[in-house]
């Protein structure tokens, strides 16, 4: 495989599982240094080792990214970066009348803010050294009207129009920032919702929802020269939208 990472060092948050985890996979196989972040130490040092199997380099590092000042320290421990993926996120599913504050004030900090601190920390390094990448992670639920997901699609929609406004204030730098909207996919956090994959995955035109490596090689191409020209879009991988019975 192309060594098109070489020399280069990534931060992708969110990385101990799911989507993170094949994005910090791809990116070491390609030849980044890769900076995991999570919240499990245990869980973060087997992603380092997985990495390291394969012939890759990695660290971890912890964080609670609901929590300013801690998504403050990952910036400053992780140190400077070539790419940064914002790829966690959290969400939790309910009606407006029982969504309380704490779970307000949750996906706001780490859907939003996190994403937010981390490109005012990482990304005017970026800009000074006149190179760089950004790809956030976004879904679906940010642009189509889900029940339930309306504070989860609402912090995902400000990612998606932060990545314009970034793209923009960034690009004459040569900094690139992009989106992904991500479409029902496999991963551990959609299981505490039992049947919710499958019938979501059966709305797409494939009929299917993703897997998470699919997802991780569309975001590792945004991130990659090979997306050069690509800057401030967001990337549906939705695996399609049904048409309309006539």
């Known amino acids: ?6 020399g280069s060092t990534a931060l992708v948050t969110g990385a101990t599982s799911g989507i993170g985890r094949e994005i910090a996979l791809e990116l070491a196989r390609q ?4 900076v995991v972040h999570g919240r499990s130490a245990e869980r973060g040092a087997k992603v380092v080792q997985d990495i390291e199997n394969i012939g890759g380099t990695a660290r971890f590092v912890a964080a609670d990214l609901n929590d300013a000042d801690d998504v403050r320290r990952l910036a400053a421990e992780t140190g400077p970066v070539d790419v940064l993926i914002n790829n966690a996120g959290i969400y939790q599913f309910g009606a407006t009348a029982s969504t309380g504050d704490a779970v307000l004030d949750e996906h706001i900090n780490v859907n939003l803010r996190a994403p937010y601190i981390l490109v005012q920390q990482l990304v005017p390094g970026m800009a000074e050294r006149g190179r760089g990448a950004v790809v956030n992670l976004s879904t679906v639920a940010a642009s189509i009207p889900t029940s339930g997901a309306g504070i989860y699609g609402a912090t995902k929609a400000g990612v998606e129009l932060l990545t314009k406004v970034w793209a923009d ?9 992009n989106a992904i909207a991500v479409g029902p996919t496999d991963t551990p956090g959609v299981a505490v919702y039992p049947g919710l994959l499958q019938a979501v995955g059966a709305t797409t035109a494939l009929d299917r ?6 997802i991780a090689r569309a975001v590792v191409f945004l991130a990659s020269p090979e997306a050069s020209y690509v800057n401030g879009a967001v990337l549906n991988a939705t695996g399609g939208q049904r048409a309309i019975a006539a």
Do not use: Q
């Open 1 to 6: 495989m192309a060594r098109t990472f070489a």
């Open 169 to 177: 204030e960034f690009g004459r730098a040569g900094v690139r920032v």
């Open 209 to 214: 929802p993703a897997e998470p490596g699919e």
């Open 31 to 34: 030849g980044a240094e890769v």
